[in-house]
């Protein structure tokens, strides 16, 4: 049975845990100084099974109770590399901020490994607690699973917890099937011949060429993709010129592709394939698209999303899907598994993520813990 006053008597814990890691964020897969922050408190936490050092700096501790597969939980850690702008006593102290929670995450994660490791006296299953680098890129869960991360450490589902600015203060919000979108880079460079601008016919304007294809694939989502589906293709990047009177010779695009399914993913990528085959016939010059494939559709485990909306009853708040893009997709592909976010919008905290003044009230952190143990009855791993 779920103790609540224990729970709440975390609050402290967590706080610290998150201003701490709030005031020396690291980014991408260098986070040497998080991950022994990490480490340091599951040992404190009386964790006997801790390993670090997977994807660089990722960290797993792991409470045996038996043989069986586990089930997991798993955090995020790195921070983005921009400035804060919140005037708060725990300000980042460098370059990089937790503008995207993860801050929370990972103290959420610490709270629940405290809280089970005082009472593992009462679990019946064991837990996986894997606080995984690099989400904002290169992909770590990618390269954690690829490192041995289900081979060494067996699970039977995993749980992965998002704050979102978008949702009502401490409302726990989620869905079934796919909830977040696959995405992927597009970079495209047109090479023409460049020429005195008083003298077009004597080149091949790359501008021209870049525009047309820019126009042209505006019509993949109207045109070749059922109007069922969901798809985006936005070019956000576009460069081309040195100067008013010179004709351009190179033109170089960036932009992104997001799909909630691999077969309407896999359709934009060959639309822009083709029309920049097509854009080079028709303007006589050279287009190159390169099209990088990055996260895969986070898709929730159906039973597992009927249980957690069962342990939340009413107050659950069930989301649309976001195009927005998270490498818990990558487990999801190993083992079922269930994303969800917990609302921290609220008349004091009322920007979204990836926002230079973010900030959540610690206390929604609570109930992400509580949530996790209310899974964790549900599925008959505690007593």
């Given at each position: 049975?779920?103790?609540?006053?224990?729970?709440?008597?975390?609050?402290?814990?967590?706080?610290?845990?998150?201003?701490?890691?709030?005031?020396?964020?690291?980014?991408?897969?260098?986070?040497?100084?998080?991950?022994?922050?990490?480490?340091?408190?599951?040992?404190?936490?009386?964790?006997?099974?801790?390993?670090?050092?997977?994807?660089?700096?990722?960290?797993?501790?792991?409470?045996?109770?038996?043989?069986?597969?586990?089930?997991?939980?798993?955090?995020?850690?790195?921070?983005?590399?921009?400035?804060?702008?919140?005037?708060?006593?725990?300000?980042?102290?460098?370059?990089?901020?937790?503008?995207?929670?993860?801050?929370?995450?990972?103290?959420?994660?610490?709270?629940?490994?405290?809280?089970?490791?005082?009472?593992?006296?009462?679990?019946?299953?064991?837990?996986?607690?894997?606080?995984?680098?690099?989400?904002?890129?290169?992909?770590?869960?990618?390269?954690?699973?690829?490192?041995?991360?289900?081979?060494?450490?067996?699970?039977?589902?995993?749980?992965?917890?998002?704050?979102?600015?978008?949702?009502?203060?401490?409302?726990?919000?989620?869905?079934?099937?796919?909830?977040?979108?696959?995405?992927?880079?597009?970079?495209?460079?047109?090479?023409?011949?460049?020429?005195?601008?008083?003298?077009?016919?004597?080149?091949k304007d790359a501008i021209v060429a870049g525009a047309a294809f820019v126009n042209q694939i505006q019509t993949i989502i109207s045109r070749s993709i059922s109007p069922l589906n969901s798809g985006v293709v936005s070019i956000g990047s576009f460069h081309g010129g040195s100067a008013?009177?010179?004709?351009?010779?190179?033109?170089?695009?960036?932009?992104?592709?997001?799909?909630?399914?691999?077969?309407?993913?896999?359709?934009?990528?060959?639309?822009?394939?083709?029309?920049?085959?097509?854009?080079?016939?028709?303007?006589?010059?050279?287009?190159?698209?390169?099209?990088?494939?990055?996260?895969?559709?986070?898709?929730?485990?159906?039973?597992?999303?009927?249980?957690?909306?069962?342990?939340?009853?009413?107050?659950?708040?069930?989301?649309?899907?976001?195009?927005?893009?998270?490498?818990?997709?990558?487990?999801?592909?190993?083992?079922?598994?269930?994303?969800?976010?917990?609302?921290?919008?609220?008349?004091?905290?009322?920007?979204?993520?990836?926002?230079?003044?973010?900030?959540?009230?610690?206390?929604?952190?609570?109930?992400?813990?509580?949530?996790?143990?209310?899974?964790?009855?549900?599925?008959?791993?505690?007593?």
């Amino acid at each position: 049975m779920i103790v609540r006053e224990d729970v709440q008597s975390l609050l402290d814990e967590v706080m610290s845990n998150r201003r701490h890691l709030h005031m020396y964020p690291e980014i991408a897969l260098n986070t040497p100084n998080t991950e022994a922050f990490i480490v340091e408190k599951l040992k404190s936490y009386g964790f006997e099974i801790v390993e670090q050092g997977i994807a660089e700096h990722g960290v797993v501790g792991y409470l045996w109770v038996n043989d069986e597969p586990a089930i997991g939980f798993r955090s995020d850690m790195d921070a983005l590399p921009m400035f804060e702008e919140n005037d708060v006593s725990y300000k980042s102290t460098n370059d990089y901020a937790h503008m995207c929670g993860h801050d929370g995450h990972m103290a959420a994660l610490l709270g629940l490994a405290k809280y089970l490791s005082a009472h593992k006296d009462k679990l019946k299953t064991s837990v996986c607690f894997v606080f995984q680098p690099g989400e904002e890129g290169p992909g770590g869960s990618k390269i954690m699973i690829e490192e041995g991360l289900f081979k060494k450490y067996p699970m039977r589902c995993i749980f992965g917890t998002h704050v979102m600015g978008e949702v009502a203060e401490g409302v726990i919000a989620s869905r079934s099937g796919a909830m977040m979108a696959r995405n992927g880079e597009v970079k495209v460079k047109i090479k023409g011949k460049g020429t005195h601008g008083a003298t077009p016919q004597l080149g091949k304007d790359a501008i021209v060429a870049g525009a047309a294809f820019v126009n042209q694939i505006q019509t993949i989502i109207s045109r070749s993709i059922s109007p069922l589906n969901s798809g985006v293709v936005s070019i956000g990047s576009f460069h081309g010129g040195s100067a008013e009177n010179i004709i351009a010779e190179i033109v170089q695009m960036e932009g992104t592709i997001r799909s909630f399914d691999d077969e309407t993913y896999a359709l934009i990528k060959e639309r822009l394939i083709s029309i920049g085959k097509g854009i080079a016939y028709s303007y006589d010059v050279d287009v190159d698209v390169e099209i990088i494939d990055y996260y895969l559709v986070v898709e929730n485990d159906e039973a597992l999303f009927n249980t957690l909306k069962n342990v939340i009853g009413d107050e659950f708040y069930e989301v649309e899907p976001k195009m927005a893009a998270e490498d818990f997709s990558f487990y999801q592909k190993e083992v079922p598994g269930l994303f969800y976010y917990v609302g921290t919008g609220s008349d004091t905290y009322n920007q979204h993520l990836h926002n230079a003044r973010y900030n959540f009230d610690e206390k929604v952190l609570l109930n992400v813990i509580e949530t996790n143990l209310r899974l964790l009855e549900a599925l008959e791993a505690i007593a």
